[in-house]
Each structure stands twice: as structure tokens, then as C-alpha cells.
């Protein structure tokens, strides 16, 4: 039960007490609930900031997470900064140069500006930033499944399955799309009527020469593929699913990806002829997930348990590195410059708004684009006609210029049909 009923102290005595104690010593400034990419992430951000905390997770690690896995350039940007470029450079990955869109005869390539995006395996970097807080002096990390969540005089106390019990005044929710803590704080949303899902796995391609310069997208008969390179010769396939395609078909996930990869486009089929499969298939799912809010009294929401649309748009992992910054700016200011804490909050939850909202316009209109291949092959002609209006609006993707501009209208415009008809093979659903 989340218990709200509690007032907290005014800040200023909470602040004058934090520092009798010698603030940080003997207690954990901060609990972290989920240790992924997002929860290490904030651990790691509040630890340069001088700012302890404790993260808890149900998981042991190494482990593995279905992704897309393609970190778009402001992410690397953002995972850089965090981590430096030794620590980076100890895990494999592979840089692409922006997005090459595929339907039937039709494509369209948008590059990034001078930054290239970065592939790199979830296990990977998940592993990388647990080891990066296991070495901090700030962080500590317990293994533990939160059941329950209290708000007491100002102080959360969660409660494990084992009947533990851990306390800090402020509480990052940070434990994914399934999050239990945006459903024990009653910030959970319903899901949304139309549900797509994921299916992944890795190949080894049988000659370099095959590796994509690009993560490759092709939209096909109620489901896209995409192909992201993540190391020497390694490319992670995905599927990304409308419901009645995860829901018919075979129950056994290894089966259900062949008959998928038989209906996927020529081009994929053909790169994975010679290929070996590294791991079988993983799903998960459904994708879309809303939380009323992003701060509440002292709990921050975090990556993907903040919310998420779906992963069509590739930019999930920056969205939960930039969400870990703007936690850490913003218990900074609460700590550290002393201002209230349901302030700080609400300076995180609108800036937060205010980054999400343009990968949530973008990645709701492809939604709605892929359902008429009408309208996605004209986008896909005008797309190849202005490859610079294809980068525009990746850099609108990644939260760079504002959502009413020029380049909005400009993407508006590609759902408008052309006056020179189109080839009717453009309708037709690509079969193998």
C-alpha cells in the first residue's frame, strides 16, 4: 500500500537535519528500485554529483534484456560523458550512420550529421554500467524483489518479498515497462487498445561484407524487421509485432520467428541465409506503457517504467540516459543548493515532458503511418527525394528542435499523396 496520508517536514528542517548528521554518511539519500540501464544509470549520475544511493533489483547480473540496440547519437553522447571512452571501448560494438527504411521497391536512408549512432549488445552495457556501480563508493546494490511501498513522515520504506526492508527519503522507480513500483504508487495507466510486441535474436553473418552501415528497417504485413550491426560480423534482428501476428501462429517462439522471417522482406532473407542464429528467440511485450505522472512526493519514474511508446523510432536507451541526468540535476538541487524537494520534482517531470513529447509525436505518427502502405510508400518516395528532411527529423527524434516547427509540417506534408500516381506494386505486401 502507498501511503500519502503522512505529511513531510518542511524541507528546510529536513535539510538542517540531513546536514547535523553529516549528510550521506549513515544513510542512503536515495533508493533506486530496478539496476538495468536506467537505475544504473541514475546511481551512476548521483554518484558524480557526490549523492549516495541504493539500488535494488530482482535480477542478477549479467543478464540479458530484449533492445533494439541501437544507442542513436545523443545516448552515445550521453553514455560517453558517464562512463569515458575506456570504459566504452571495453565492450564490442558497432557504429551506424543513420536509418535505412525499406516497404516493398521502396526505400529511403536518413543520415545522422557528423555523430554516428552506436550498436552494442544489451547484455553488454547492462553488465558494463553494474560493474561501473559495484566499483562506486556511493552505490550500493542488494538483490531484492519490492512487494510493497510506504511513504512514511516523509520517508519511503519498501518492502521486499523476503520481508526486508529499505528506506530513503526519495525513490527512483526505475525497474522497467512491467514496472511494479509505477503500479504500487498508482501511477500505472491501462493499456492502450492497439498492443505490438518484440521478438529478438542475434546472428553472425557469414561475411563482413554484410554488415549494415545503417540500421536497417522494413515494414511488411502487420509487423517491421529491423537490423541493428552490434559487433564484428553480429547483427540483433528484431521483430516488432501488431498483436494479431504475436497472437497467431505457432506457441513455440523459435517456430513463430521462422514463419515470420519467411513473410519479412527479400532483402533480410537474404542476409541471413548463410547466418548463424547465436541464441533463440526472446519476446516481450505489449510495448506501449503510460504513467499518470513522472514525480510524485518524492518518487521519480525513470526509462521505461516513465513511459513508453514503442520501440519503431530505435531511441528507448537515450530516453532512459537522458531521464537518469535529469534525476541527478535535479536531487542535486534538492541536497546540495537546498531547494524543496516537490520543486526539484516538478522541474524534472517538466523537462522530462518537454524531451519525451518529440520522440512520442514522431513515434505515434509512424504508428499511424505504417497502418496505410498507401500513405507509407509516398512518405518513403518523398523521403528519398529529401534525404536532408529524413535527418531533420531524426534530430526531432533525438529531442533537437521544436515540436511545432517548420520540419513537422514538412513530415505532415509526406502523408499527403502525390500528384503523379503511384506504381500499384506500392500497395502490395512484400512476399518472399
Excluded at 91 to 112: D, K, M
Excluded at 242 to 248: A, G, P, Q, V
Aim: net charge positive.
Amino acid at each position: 500500500m502507498y501511503n500519502t496520508s503522512a505529511e513531510p517536514k518542511p524541507w528546510f528542517f529536513v535539510l538542517r537535519k540531513r546536514r547535523a548528521m553529516g549528510y550521506g554518511a549513515t544513510d542512503r539519500s536515495v533508493l533506486i528500485v530496478g539496476g538495468g540501464m536506467a537505475g544504473s544509470a541514475t546511481a551512476l549520475n548521483l554518484a558524480k554529483r557526490g549523492i549516495k544511493s541504493q539500488v535494488l533489483d530482482k535480477y542478477d547480473f549479467p543478464r540479458d534484456k530484449i533492445c533494439g540496440e541501437g544507442l542513436l547519437p545523443q545516448g552515445v553522447e550521453r553514455l560517453q560523458n558517464l562512463l569515458g571512452h575506456a570504459a566504452l571501448s571495453q565492450i564490442e560494438s558497432h557504429p551506424f550512420e543513420g536509418i535505412h527504411y525499406r516497404f516493398g521497391p521502396h526505400e529511403a536512408q536518413g543520415l545522422f550529421h557528423q555523430e554516428s549512432g552506436l550498436g552494442l549488445r544489451r547484455n553488454a552495457i547492462d553488465h558494463l554500467l553494474y560493474q561501473e556501480t559495484v566499483n562506486s563508493p556511493h552505490i550500493e546494490r542488494q538483490r531484492a524483489q519490492i512487494q510493497k511501498i510506504e511513504r512514511r513522515d516523509g520517508t519511503f520504506v519498501a518492502t521486499a518479498k523476503c520481508g526486508t526492508t529499505f528506506t530513503a527519503p526519495i525513490l527512483v522507480a526505475a525497474d522497467g515497462l512491467n514496472s511494479s513500483c509505477r503500479r504500487i504508487l498508482r501511477l500505472d495507466q491501462p493499456l492502450p487498445k492497439r498492443k505490438r510486441y518484440a521478438l529478438r535474436r542475434h546472428y553472425q553473418l557469414a561475411h563482413s561484407r554484410q554488415m549494415p552501415s545503417a540500421v536497417e528497417v522494413s515494414a511488411c504485413d502487420g509487423f517491421e524487421s529491423y537490423v541493428t550491426p552490434v559487433g564484428p560480423q553480429t547483427i540483433g534482428v528484431a521483430f516488432l509485432l501488431e498483436e494479431r501476428c504475436m497472437k497467431n501462429g505457432p506457441k513455440d517462439l523459435d517456430e513463430r520467428w521462422r514463419s515470420i522471417l519467411s513473410q519479412s522482406h527479400p532483402s533480410l532473407q537474404q542476409k541471413l541465409q548463410n547466418a548463424q542464429a547465436l541464441e533463440s528467440a526472446q519476446a516481450c511485450g505489449p510495448l506501449h506503457r503510460r504513467a499518470k505522472k513522472v514525480y510524485e512526493d518524492g518518487a521519480f519514474l525513470v526509462g521505461d517504467a516513465a513511459g513508453f511508446v514503442d520501440a519503431i523510432t530505435g531511441e528507448g536507451m537515450s530516453l532512459a540516459l537522458h531521464g537518469a541526468e535529469l534525476i541527478a540535476d535535479s536531487v542535486h538541487h534538492h541536497y546540495a543548493l537546498g531547494h524543496p524537494l516537490n520543486k526539484s520534482g516538478q522541474v524534472y517531470a517538466r523537462a522530462w515532458k518537454k524531451h519525451f513529447q518529440n520522440y512520442a509525436a514522431l513515434t505515434h505518427g509512424l504508428l499511424w503511418l505504417i497502418q496505410d502502405k498507401k500513405k507509407l510508400a509516398n512518405a518513403l518516395v518523398r523521403l528519398q527525394r529529401k534525404p536532408s528532411l529524413f535527418t531533420s527529423l531524426l534530430d526531432m527524434n533525438q529531442g533537437r528542435g521544436a515540436l511545432l516547427s517548420l520540419n513537422t509540417l514538412k513530415f505532415i506534408e509526406l502523408l499527403i499523396p502525390t500528384r503523379t500516381s503511384l506504381p500499384k506494386t506500392t500497395t502490395s505486401l512484400t512476399s518472399p
